[in-house]
């Protein structure tokens, strides 16, 4: 198998930016190699589900039809930079000794695999929603069986003001924790929901067409630099990143 080594360093922590830019005052995000094969444009987009995301748009500029399949998308890390050996082979071996990786080389999920999290997200986001607003309404309902107690008192302390404050901060601190859950709630459904169509399935890619979607790549640890190959017709295209955070390793 033959390979295009595409030297593409990555800057920043979210969005990440190529190295080598055009115009350094005004660098972009996204990054294209294009050959007589294939034209790939990949932007990374952050987390998601525990994964590295990559946004990635594939055209097929050859005369046949072409499978691509995304669970062949793969990545090696390293706390030091990847060196470009000439072959394939070499550049497997390389990325494959210098990875810091527990199991070296990751490939991407399979689409059912992010869609189950997905889903698991959503009922788990659901059962925290409603423990939240169980524990918030016992709150609030002793906080008014408190407060009726207390205007029944002929005498009015100063710590029962202070009990009566303490309480109606328990109970507004009760209620955000439930809006906050509730939001999140929402936004795991809507997140669900238009990753059915986000995310990228194995295909099969007709002369000119192009593809565009989501690659998901397990997240295990945050190192410097990062190994990108996208296999396309026998050919495995690298890109390696860079990240500069002061969190990486």
């Known amino acids: 198998m033959r390979y295009a080594l595409l030297n593409l360093a990555l800057a920043g922590c979210a969005p990440y930016f190529p190295l080598h830019q055009v115009d350094p005052l005004n660098p972009t995000a996204q990054t294209v190699a294009e050959t007589p094969e294939v034209t790939l444009e990949v932007q990374h987009a952050g987390k998601q589900l525990n994964h590295q995301v990559f946004l990635l ?28 050996p000439p072959t394939t082979q070499e550049v497997h071996k390389e990325s494959y000794l210098n990875s810091r990786l527990l199991s070296k080389r990751i490939f991407a999920s399979s689409p059912n695999l992010v869609l189950q999290l997905a889903n698991d997200r959503v ?31 002929e005498t009015w302390t100063t710590q029962d003001a202070k009990r009566s404050l303490g309480r109606d901060a328990v109970a507004a601190s009760s209620m955000l924790l439930v809006n906050s859950t509730i939001q999140g709630q929402a ?16 295909t099969q890619l007709p002369p000119g067409a192009t593809y565009y979607g989501k690659v998901f790549l397990r997240h295990e640890i945050s190192y410097r630099y990062t190994r990108l190959i996208v296999p396309f017709h026998n050919v495995d295209y690298v890109f390696d990143f860079k990240r500069q955070s002061n969190s990486t390793k």
């Open 57 to 84: 748009s594939i055209t097929n500029n050859t005369p046949d039809t072409v499978r691509f399949s995304p669970e062949q998308v793969s990545y090696y890390a390293s706390s030091k930079m990847f060196s470009q």
């Open 123 to 153: 009922k788990d986001m659901k059962v925290v929603s409603s423990l939240a607003l169980i524990a918030t309404t016992a709150l609030v309902v002793r906080d008014a069986v408190k407060d009726q107690k207390d205007f029944l008192k």
């Open 187 to 202: 936004d795991a459904a809507i997140e669900n929901h238009y990753l059915h169509d986000e995310i990228l399935r194995e």
